[in-house]
């Protein structure tokens, strides 16, 4: 089915794992409704978050999640055309995977580093027809202890506690890395956190963004976009 979208609004479309999924709940302030309020009236905000994927699951999605500013609703790589006019693209796309991939093996969500790099770097290569302007945000800082603390006291397994920040950091070096080599935009969540002291509020269990740290995000972004 044909989509006219020649007298809509741009598009912001969020890509990501269920740090962006949250981006919009309501409890935590979500940098993603947050970012929607700040563009009401000039441009829609798309959250494609989907909890516990990696950059891996994310090259088989990423067809299906700019198939909506594409001219069509087909999800095929025909819908990879770079004959959508330029007033049709979205504003920007974000590209928010590491935080799951940095998980330590034997995690199954665990993505060698090497192979994190080549999916992110595939990931803007078959973006930028749509959309131009891409931002990379880097995994944010981690705080092990207090997800350590939460996982024991749901009597989760051994394996959900393979994360530590520092492994964290070298994904989030990856990002920096590739959006200089890309040419993207980027915003460094692990270096910029930690530089704020008692930066562990940011997270509601170490992991996932509380309110403070839901803004950080939308106010990292909005300085960006600005």
Not at 3 to 13: A, N, S, V
Not at 23 to 38: K, Q, R, T
Not at 101 to 123: F, T, W
């Amino acid at each position: 089915r044909k989509q006219d979208r020649g007298m809509g609004r741009p598009l912001i479309i969020l890509f990501g794992d269920s740090i962006t999924q949250f981006s919009f709940n309501v409890e935590f302030g979500g940098w993603g409704a947050a970012l929607a309020d700040y563009y009401c009236g000039k441009a829609d905000v798309i959250s494609r978050g989907y909890s516990g994927y990696t950059s891996r699951a994310a090259l088989s999605l990423l067809p299906h999640v700019l198939s909506c500013a594409t001219t069509t609703s087909s999800s095929s790589s025909s819908s990879f055309s770079s004959s959508i006019p330029d007033h049709e693209k979205p504003l920007f796309l974000t590209i928010f995977f590491g935080a799951n991939d940095a998980a330590g093996p034997p995690s199954q969500q665990h993505v060698p580093i090497e192979e994190y790099e080549n999916n992110i770097k595939n990931l803007v290569h078959q973006a930028k027809n749509i959309c131009p302007r891409i931002v990379l945000i880097t995994p944010p800082a981690f705080d092990q202890a207090c997800w350590d603390k939460i996982c024991l006291e749901q009597g989760k397994p051994a394996i959900a506690m393979t994360r530590t920040n520092e492994i964290t950091g070298k994904y989030a070096d990856v990002i920096l890395k590739l959006s200089k080599e890309l040419n993207t935009y980027c915003i460094d969540l692990w270096h910029d956190m930690q530089a704020k002291q008692g930066w562990q509020e940011y997270f509601n269990d170490g992991l996932h963004l509380s309110k403070s740290g839901n803004s950080f995000v939308f106010l990292a972004l909005k300085k960006l976009i600005e």
